[in-house]
């Protein structure tokens, strides 16, 4: 039997999506700038150079960049040795659920709730009941922000009173902000429950518990017990399908967060992104015939492209690529390594949310003859390895191999 490791790097766009003009990204291009800023010596912090990727780039990911856009991809310019393209989302999202979802198969076929852009964020009505419900004598925020900012403006205050930060962004997100100790992590998961109770009706798709630690300002720091709330999917996504077949889905990062637990066999967390590599790695090592190990790697995103960080992104890129031969070195016959992303996040582009962009995928397999897919969509990934772990067809998307 196969296996299959499907690597999500979180925010790792490669620009064109067609219809990115409607959410205001037209021209974004997460990968393709970053490229561009190194080989104009504009993201020097803690590395120099033009953007050095030559694992991936031998994957194919600068031809995926140049078909998704056009643009052009300075120092990614290697003949592919492995299956490439360029994947189009269909969800009506640039958010994490909507692509995990989709490359796991299922498209989401509803719009997700947004909070307004107003100071209020959230409505009274339900702020009100979130306070009864959870115990609480108020919030702080109710805001739309970024989470340093958030925390960095109102951290000794909330520590102070004791009341949690609430805050928003262009996503469909309610988001809690709260000390570990001085609050308390399972509280402040316990509220996250509540709040779950009343806004994943309207279809926010996530409650995010974002603990942190410190005593002023200059000292927070967000931990690695995140933890999100999500909607379950609409029916069953690609880890159900493999369960229900004998399989396990190995989860490592926030996989089991976004599927809402859902076909989840095992959960493998880290305190950062090299951590889930080392965990992807013993994976690769010692994953059973039949397994499918899904990854997030969330710091592109959350410590690079929210808050605008271009150096820090090409730093975390180059990272990775370093360490993608421990990966791909220990696939034996039969398997199949995808690589690709949930949505783009281009830490050159304006304010600090997501973009929308189409994604690489990159697909590696012994035996498996180099091959240019051209543009699939997203949940014809999920199909792909579905036909590749012998499962029956879903109802979305189509195999590619």
């Known amino acids: 039997m196969a296996r299959v490791f499907l690597l999500v790097l979180d925010s790792v766009g490669c620009g064109g999506a067609p219809d990115a003009a409607a959410f205001g990204d037209e021209g974004a291009n997460t990968l393709a ?10 993201a020097e912090e803690g590395r120099s150079g033009v953007l050095s990727l030559p694992n991936l780039d031998a994957l194919g990911l600068g031809a995926a960049i140049r078909l998704a856009s056009g643009d052009a991809t300075p120092g990614l310019n290697a003949e592919s040795r492995g299956i490439w393209g360029a994947a189009t989302e269909v969800s009506q999202g640039k958010d994490t659920p909507s692509g995990h979802w989709e490359l796991a198969g299922v498209p989401v076929p509803w719009d997700w709730h947004y909070f307004p852009r107003t100071d209020p964020a959230f409505p009274d009505d339900l702020m009100a009941r979130f306070l009864q419900e959870a115990g609480l004598d108020g919030t702080l925020g109710n805001t739309h922000s970024s989470g340093m900012p958030v925390l ?24 809690i902000a709260a000390h570990e100790t001085h609050f308390g992590l399972e509280r402040l998961f316990d509220i996250c429950k ?15 518990a974002r603990p942190f630690v410190g005593e002023t300002s200059e000292e927070f720091t967000r931990t690695a017990n995140r933890k999100d709330f999500a909607i379950a999917p609409p029916e069953p996504t690609l880890c159900d399908r493999v369960v229900s ?58 410590l690079y492209g929210h808050p605008r960080d271009v150096s820090g992104y090409a730093r975390a890129l180059e990272a990775f690529d370093r360490r993608l031969p421990e990966i791909t070195g220990g696939l034996r016959e039969g398997d199949l390594m995808v690589l690709t992303a949930d949505h783009g996040n281009d830490p050159t582009w304006t304010g600090s949310d997501h973009t929308r962009e189409r994604v690489p995928v990159l697909m590696l397999g012994p035996g498996l003859p180099p091959r240019d897919l ?15 772990l012998g499962l029956p067809p879903g109802d979305h998307g189509r195999t590619q191999l």
């Open 152 to 175: 960095r403006a109102l951290g000794e205050e909330h520590i102070k009173t004791g009341q949690p930060i609430c805050y928003t962004s262009v996503d469909s997100v309610f988001q």
């Open 194 to 208: 509540v709040a779950a109770g009343i806004f994943h009706p309207l279809k926010v798709g996530r409650i995010i």
């Open 33 to 42: 700038h970053i490229a561009q800023a190194c080989a104009a010596g504009q």
């Open 245 to 302: 077949m004998g399989g396990r889905t190995l989860a490592v990062g926030k996989i089991s967060d976004i599927f809402a637990g859902h076909g989840i066999s095992e959960v493998f967390k880290g305190k950062d992104d090299m951590a889930l590599v080392d965990h992807t790695v013993d994976l690769v090592r010692n994953a059973k015939d039949g397994d499918f190990v899904f990854a997030n790697y969330v710091e592109f995103d959350s």
């Open 374 to 388: 051209g543009h699939i969509g997203f949940a014809d990934v999920g199909e792909t390895i579905a036909a590749h």
